[in-house]
């Protein structure tokens, strides 16, 4: 196994061991670069397509940081995963929430997907998925793409997604654990 591989299998096995580890306490030092990168761009590119296509791969987790999720088709997607036997969380701004009613947040926490509400901030604002993070498959998506048909259709948004890069990966999972532990769990 390469030593990379086996730093990022044993960061993402903090996640279970050491749950009250905060991610990290400073910047942490820049990693290789490895895998691949995939830019999209909306509305031209099929972004949600991007990402929906990603979480169909994903073999044993997902984890989700949103500001804004309506989206039916990643909503869709997430519930798919959840029932193939996926871990799926997801963590989502609790005043965007309040504010949006096509959030698809209810319809998530109905299918059994673990949600947290972060209350901490003015604005949550992550918009990010890390599908597989302890693996050599590791996909890390983050950019300004709200999780909405709107940013599909309307607005100017991108994505990057960083494939088979565990170490980046650990690392994003890593700080969705520190932002849970600080989020509080949705009640309908």
Known sequence: MRRSI???IAWAGLLT????LHAFDAASPPVAAQGALQAAFAPWDNVEGVITDAI????KQVLVQAYLLSSRKIAATLIAAHRRG????VL???GQLAKTESSRIPDL???GIAVWLETKYQNAHNKIIVI???????IVITGSFNFTWTAQHKNAENILVARNNPILASRYALNWERH????????K
Not at 17 to 20: C, D, E, I, L, N
Not at 56 to 59: I, L, M, S, V, Y
Not at 132 to 138: C, I, K, Q, Y
């Open 92 to 94: 989502a701004d609790a």
């Open 56 to 59: 169909d791969r994903a073999e």
């Open 86 to 89: 996926v871990d799926v969380r």
């Open 180 to 187: 849970r532990q600080d989020a509080t769990p949705y009640k």
């Open 6 to 8: 086996r730093r990022a």
């Open 109 to 111: 926490a109905a299918a």
């Open 17 to 20: 061991v050491a749950p009250a």
């Open 132 to 138: 597989d993070a302890a693996t050599a498959d590791a």
